[in-house]
Each structure stands twice: as C-alpha cells, then as structure tokens.
C-alpha cells in the first residue's frame, strides 16, 4: 500500500473550514483514499473515502487532485466535537485481503 | 443496524497469563480484522479473519490467534502475556465483496499487563 503523509497538527477556529491535507504520491491506479478520525481512546471512526472523484457525505468532503497524488479532507464547519486525529490511508481494493495501515495522522484541535 | 460490539470494556492481567477478547460484527458483515493500538501510535493490523480462516497477518507472533465464528463474531487470544501487550486492541468489521471494503471499528478493549 502506498504511503502517506499529514502533517502532525493544526488548529481550527469553531465554526470555519478545517481543510486537512494528505500527500499519497506513490498511489496506484487500484488503490482507495480513506479517512478515518479517532478521539481520544476511542475507536476509529470512517469518514468518507474516494478513488478518483471527489465525494461529500454528511460528515465531510474529499477533494482527490487529478493525478491522486495528494488529497484535502474538508470539515465544512468544525465544531469542538470535531477536535481528534484524523488518518488518512490509501486502501488496495483488490480481493479480499486487506488491512488499514495507520500513520501518525493529524491532531486537529478546534478552538473556541 | 447494530454497529461492532467489543468485550470486555476493559481488563486486567498479570504477565505470562492469558486473555480473550470478543468482537461482534456489524450487521450484514462477513470479514472481522483485529488491530493493536498502543499508547500514543496509530493502531497496527494483528490479524483479518474471512470466512473463518486467517486472511492475512500483521508482524505480530504466534502467540497472538484468532476465531471467526459462523455467526461472523471473533475472538482474538493472546497467550504468555508481556508488558508490552499493554494496549488498546481494537476489532473492525467490513463486508468484502464490494469494490471498497470499509472497515467499521467497535470501541475497543483496554488491556492492562501487570
């Protein structure tokens, strides 16, 4: 699986944009982009995930560059609740056998 | 839709013990993966279990074995405990078959080696 880089933290002011960048330029043409978030001593939680469109749920907004090297997770409008650390992973979909490989992620802190 | 269930919440060993730790699947599920999470790092893959049998393995030992029953549930067993085991242990669930597997996470399992 490729691999991917985040940077270790940023803020957010409550109620703006939090715009969290991934860098994946070793994805290949099979290979998924996930996001995943994770507060504190819970369990990771799913976002949103894409292979070359962007895509939008309820949650956020994945915007994939047109060569899929790099990938921005948008939270259009953090809240304090908002504040973990959010893993992006690049997935191979190919058979059955596949597991989530987990950086380091960014710790996203949302301020009042 | 019931989502992936874990236990115990949390647990308490001694060194060179043994301990069992349960997952149930989200609803509609067939594949369990287990991942060992400890403090501070992200979490790392141990095991996937498909069908009932071991679809793929972490850098883990032996001594670290799992279940997938036909029901999909899942146990993970780690014999001859070690400080170092001390972690938070963490089940997912997905449905393989689709072109993008998404795996869903229960809350975990604190496991404590004293």
């Known amino acids: 699986d490729a691999k991917t880089t985040q940077p270790t933290s940023m803020d957010c002011a409550e109620g703006r944009a939090a715009n969290l960048p991934c860098n994946h330029s070793t994805i290949s043409g099979n290979e998924y982009v996930y996001w995943y978030r994770q507060i504190h001593s819970q369990g990771p939680q799913y976002i949103i995930h894409g292979l070359k469109n962007n895509e939008t749920n309820e949650m956020a907004s994945l915007i994939i560059t047109e060569d899929r090297k790099s990938s921005t997770l948008i939270l259009p409008h953090a809240t304090l609740r908002d504040t973990a650390v959010y893993y992006c992973i690049v997935v191979n979909s190919g058979g059955s056998n596949y597991k989530l490989t987990f950086g380091k992620g960014t710790l996203l802190t949302v301020n009042p | 839709e019931t989502g992936v269930t874990q236990s115990p919440t949390h647990l308490i060993k001694t060194r060179g013990q043994q301990v069992t730790l349960r997952c149930s699947s989200q609803?509609?599920?067939?594949?369990v993966s287990w991942y060992q999470q400890a403090l501070g790092q992200g979490p790392q893959f141990i095991f996937q279990y498909y069908r009932e049998e071991e679809n793929g393995r972490g850098n883990f030992p032996p001594r670290f074995s799992g279940l997938q029953f036909p029901n999909y549930s899942s146990e993970l067993n780690v014999n001859a405990l070690e400080l170092d085991d001390s972690a938070l242990y963490l089940c997912?669930?997905?449905?393989?078959?689709?072109?993008?597997?998404?795996?869903?996470f229960g809350p975990g399992t604190r496991l404590t080696v004293l």
């Open positions: 609803s509609g599920h067939n594949t």
């Open positions: 997912a669930s997905s449905l393989v078959g689709l072109a993008a597997n998404t795996q869903y």
